[in-house]
């Protein structure tokens, strides 16, 4: 089971005023030339957007968006895994974690429906370079 793994940043930002505000933040950053590896986007009430933005550049998107107003929350802790899906590997991957007394307190994964996954493992700020070590150790 081969697979890579970064650690990553990851901000939070909440728009009152729903999805529309959202994506509109979304693309001036894009145009601002931020880049992200990962972005989640979850309605918290009806008139609300919660954007979870993994940015490839954390430092970047810091600067823009102190320059643009935008309200980041974070940063936060997170490690980035891909590699070639196979059954058992998010089990395994979780195994090798618990076996170093490092716990994920969320998850979220996904296929590419090609044979490659994406995980993204959500951690304490201390946990997260335990989790790299970790994951390569049994690699």
Not at 61 to 83: D, E, F, S, W
């Amino acid at each position: 089971m081969a697979y890579a793994v970064r650690r990553s940043e990851y901000f939070n930002v909440t728009m009152s005023t729903g999805a529309d505000e959202a994506y509109e933040v979304l693309d001036n950053l894009a145009k601002l030339g931020v880049n992200f590896l990962a972005i989640t986007s979850v309605s918290v009430g009806p008139k609300s957007t919660q954007l979870t933005l993994f940015p490839e550049d954390a430092s970047l998107l810091q600067a823009i968006a102190k320059q643009t107003g935008v309200p980041l929350v974070g940063p936060h802790q997170a490690v980035l895994v891909q590699g070639e899906d196979e059954p058992g590997v998010l089990a395994a991957i979780h195994k090798h974690l618990h076996q170093e007394h490092v716990q994920a307190y969320a998850t979220t994964a996904v296929t590419d429906g090609k044979g490659r996954y994406g995980c993204i493992l959500y951690l304490r700020a201390e946990d997260a370079d335990g989790a790299v070590k970790a994951l390569i150790r049994y690699q």
